[in-house]
């Protein structure tokens, strides 16, 4: 997806669109198989005027039952990677790729993916974040294209119209694997220095 296309930024008219509008029309939403099964949407948190975006997968079963993004246990590494690196509250965002929790966390399929992408779409436009970084494959598949390999891109930046964007891995791939966090570490600490010079 292009994050900054306005010609594909969702159902509302882009020009009065807002938060309160959004989050009605993703509480509400029935686009996909995915509503029959949620217990809540999942919108996002952070800054709604943050210079940084992270964009995860999907909720899991955590995310589903408390409606907030990254509250399982990838989310409480990814907010001890966030604090350890000083990342100021109001510096970051974090959303998904999907609102509504895959069945058994599969990954979503790309038609469930592209009804729901919409919806973030009009959420970077709220946003207006400077810095979008995919959090693994399935984000990064979704926005930056489908032929390249995290392992292979992870940690490089990528500039689209002013915006730019970096992939690293997804924070439940450190949970099985150790010796992503460094790796992971050093990626984190490159957005955070580059959000620093639009501060
Ligand atoms: N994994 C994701 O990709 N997103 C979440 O919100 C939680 C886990």
Redesign the pocket.
């Known amino acids: 997806m292009d994050p900054n296309d306005a010609d594909n930024a969702g159902n509302a008219g882009v020009e009065s669109d807002s938060w309160h509008i959004l989050t009605g029309d993703i509480n509400g939403c029935r686009l996909c198989g995915l509503c029959e099964a949620r217990t809540n949407a999942?919108v996002g948190r952070g800054c709604q005027s943050a210079n940084v975006l992270f964009i995860?997968?999907?909720?899991?079963e955590d995310?589903d039952l408390q409606g907030l993004?990254?509250v399982?246990r990838?989310?409480k590494l990814l907010d001890f990677a966030l604090g350890g690196l000083m990342y100021p509250e109001d510096l970051y965002y974090i959303a998904?790729i999907v609102k509504c929790r895959p069945p058994k966390n599969r990954a979503p399929t790309d038609d469930e993916a592209a009804l729901c992408l919409p919806y973030l779409r009009r959420q970077t436009r709220l946003i207006s974040p400077k810095i979008i970084v995919c959090?693994?494959a399935v984000a990064m598949r979704h926005i930056i294209g489908r032929e390249h390999k995290i392992t292979q891109i992870r940690g490089e930046w990528i500039e689209r119209k002013g915006l730019y964007i970096m992939p690293t891995f997804?924070p439940?791939a450190l949970l099985r694997d150790d010796n992503k966090k460094p790796l992971m570490w050093r990626d984190l600490k490159a957005v955070r220095r580059k959000a620093e010079e639009y501060r």
């Open positions: 999942v995860g997968e999907g909720p899991g995310e993004p990254f399982g990838a989310g998904n959090l693994g997804h439940a």
